[in-house]
């Protein structure tokens, strides 16, 4: 989840076995309502590692980015899928 963070400020890459996220989220101009009392999100740069597991495809990751909600795709390679292995005779 990604609230007030517009997609330009957004970078996904993979190297080497590791998804890397990185962006930023701007710091909003600021409220005249006297009633405001803090800031629910917290803004500036982020970033976020993870390490895939061997059976993905990292060719094929793919991302979707819709209403502040980052969605992605990492599909397993068709090495790591079950194949039938037929016996001989």
């Known amino acids: 989840e990604l ?3 517009s997609k330009d400020d957004v970078s996904i890459d ?3 076995n590791t998804l890397i996220l990185r962006g930023e989220r701007k710091h909003e101009a600021a409220v005249q309502d006297e009633r405001y009392y ?3 999100c917290a803004y500036g740069p982020f970033q ?3 390490v895939l597991p061997a059976m993905v495809d990292q060719d ?3 991302a979707t980015y819709h209403d502040g909600i980052l ?3 990492l599909p397993k390679s ?3 899928k079950p194949r039938r292995i ?3 005779s």
Do not use: D, T, W
């Open 60 to 62: 094929k990751v793919q």
């Open 86 to 88: 037929a016996i001989n």
């Open 48 to 50: 976020r590692s993870f």
């Open 78 to 80: 068709e090495r790591a």
């Open 14 to 16: 993979v190297h080497q």
């Open 38 to 40: 803090r800031r629910e």
């Open 3 to 5: 609230p007030g963070v």
């Open 71 to 73: 969605e992605l795709h």
